[in-house]
Structure formats: structure tokens, C-alpha cells
């Protein structure tokens, strides 16, 4: 059985650079988005959990969940380490119609997305220890959310750095404070209102001509990987078409039975 994710970090490791987080912010935001990007790695693990032989269950005592909890041994699986992003849908585009929060587990040195999910209603994210301590940040370094494609799924994120844990449990919460962006709306007679408005507003769109549209401006090179990088990159090994790993820390949180 792997050893538990939750552990002290003293002393604190260092946080990440500028020029790394703006090198995530880059790779994964857009039009009408907002991003936070944290400035700590992490770990994600994967809770799994295996029946106990029966030799080793000690006396059951009242109650079905403590009979459970005997009768099943828990693991955490790890799964990746990277950057953990919060990226907001404001749904106020075409192609991200949507309003969502969504997760991100980013990897250092590319900015590219080694895992992603979305924060709903049925997430129960959680910082672990927040509720039990007096200043709310002890042992708050693992935070715990349930899969939004299956909610009996748990995974674990524990964060190299305790502070910036709590920074981003404090972004999580403001966000999953506004019921619409996680999937609880209004009535239905305000969402035709709100569409009806809508459709008043719409303005025919006309494809520019060649002609109109500028040159690049104000560009800026954060980032950029070739098939020489493979090895230095999981996420080259581990998603591009062609390439395989044997490595099974690599394999995705969704193949696992």
C-alpha cells in the first residue's frame, strides 16, 4: 500500500516562477475566460479502495459505516505532478457556451493539460484539515474532489506548498459560491427571459475580408516542444498519437478500472 499523500512540509519547498506561470496561463486560457494559476506543484492521486482478507478485520463495532470502513482498505494512487490551474468558462462564447470551472492539473516546462476535470455541484471539493484547525490552514495542503463523469470516484491533490494550497482552496471557494457556475441555475421562466433578450441582441456576423485583418501584434513566445522533448515530457509520451508508455504512474485517471 502506497504511503498517504497528506504529510508535513517543513520547510516549505520553493514556489514556481513568474515565467512558468504565465507560461501555463498562456497555453490554456481564452476569450471570455478567467485563469489562476497556483505557484506550487502537486500531486494527483487517485483514491482507490481493496476489501480487507478477513483475517485482518479486528472486532466490528456498531453502525454499518464503521463496518464498512474495517472491511476496506484505502490506497492513493499517484497519478501525475504538475501546476494546478482554475479555469472559469464565463460562457459568453461560441465555442465555450458554457458557463463551468473547470480544474486543471498543467505540466511544468510545456503549459500543457495532464489531466482536467469540472467543478459541478456534485464535486464536494474539500480541503482536508481546514475544518478541524483554529486558523484554517493546518494540514490544508490536500485538498479531495469527487469526478464530475462519476462521483463515486475520488482524487486527491496535495500541494508542494501549504500556503499556496490555502490560496487555492480560498479561489475554489469563490467561485463554487456563485450557484450558476456550477450548474445550479435559476427558474425556467428567468432562462427564457434571458434568452428571449438574447436573441433580440443578435447582430448578423459578416466573415472579414482579407484585407481587414492585421498582422500579429504584441506577440510573445512562452513556449514550444518537438518530438526531440519527448523524453523530458509525460505528456508527449503519454498523448500523442504513436507514442506509448510502460510507465503506469503515466496511465490516465479515466483508464483506471
Given at each position: 500500500m502506497s504511503p498517504s499523500p497528506i504529510q508535513s512540509q517543513s520547510p516549505s519547498p520553493p514556489k514556481i516562477s513568474e515565467r512558468e506561470r504565465t507560461r501555463i496561463q498562456h497555453a490554456?486560457?481564452?476569450?471570455?475566460?478567467?485563469?489562476?494559476?497556483?505557484?506550487?506543484?502537486?500531486?494527483?492521486?487517485?483514491?482507490?479502495?481493496?476489501?480487507?482478507?478477513?483475517?485482518?478485520?479486528?472486532?466490528?463495532t456498531t453502525g454499518s459505516n464503521s463496518t464498512q470502513a474495517q472491511q476496506e482498505s484505502v490506497?492513493?494512487?499517484l497519478k501525475y505532478t504538475g501546476v494546478p490551474v482554475l479555469l472559469f468558462?464565463?460562457?459568453?462564447?461560441?465555442?465555450?457556451?458554457?458557463?463551468?470551472?473547470?480544474?486543471?492539473?498543467?505540466?511544468?516546462?510545456?503549459?500543457?493539460?495532464?489531466?482536467?476535470?469540472?467543478?459541478?455541484?456534485?464535486s464536494s471539493y474539500r480541503v482536508i484539515g481546514k475544518e478541524s484547525s483554529t486558523n484554517g490552514n493546518e494540514g490544508s495542503s490536500f485538498?479531495?474532489?469527487?469526478?464530475?463523469?462519476?462521483?463515486?470516484?475520488?482524487?486527491?491533490?496535495?500541494?508542494d506548498?501549504?500556503?499556496?494550497?490555502?490560496?487555492?482552496g480560498q479561489e475554489v471557494e469563490k467561485l463554487t459560491a456563485d450557484f450558476a457556475n456550477i450548474s445550479l441555475s435559476g427558474s425556467k421562466f428567468q432562462k427564457k427571459i434571458k434568452?428571449?433578450?438574447?436573441?433580440?441582441?443578435?447582430?448578423?456576423?459578416?466573415?472579414?475580408?482579407?484585407n481587414e485583418i492585421s498582422q500579429p501584434c504584441a506577440?510573445?513566445?512562452?513556449?514550444?516542444?518537438?518530438?526531440?522533448?519527448?523524453s523530458l515530457f509525460s505528456s508527449l509520451q503519454n498523448f500523442v498519437s504513436g507514442k506509448t508508455t510502460t510507465n503506469p504512474q503515466l496511465n490516465r485517471v479515466d483508464d483506471l478500472s
Open positions: 490554456l486560457t481564452g476569450r471570455k475566460t478567467k485563469i489562476f494559476v497556483s505557484d506550487s506543484l502537486a500531486n494527483l492521486y487517485y483514491k482507490a479502495k481493496h476489501p480487507r482478507p478477513p483475517s485482518s478485520i479486528s472486532s466490528v490506497e492513493w494512487i468558462d464565463t460562457g459568453e462564447t461560441k465555442s465555450r457556451d458554457k458557463r463551468k470551472i473547470q480544474i486543471i492539473l498543467a505540466e511544468l516546462g510545456s503549459g500543457l493539460a495532464l489531466w482536467k476535470d469540472t467543478i459541478d455541484n456534485l485538498h479531495t474532489m469527487h469526478l464530475s463523469a462519476d462521483h463515486t470516484k475520488v482524487v486527491g491533490i496535495s500541494f506548498n501549504e500556503e499556496s494550497a490555502a490560496v487555492f434568452n428571449g433578450d438574447k436573441k433580440k441582441k443578435e447582430i448578423k456576423w459578416v466573415r472579414p475580408r482579407k506577440f510573445q513566445h512562452v513556449s514550444s516542444v518537438s518530438q526531440k522533448d519527448t
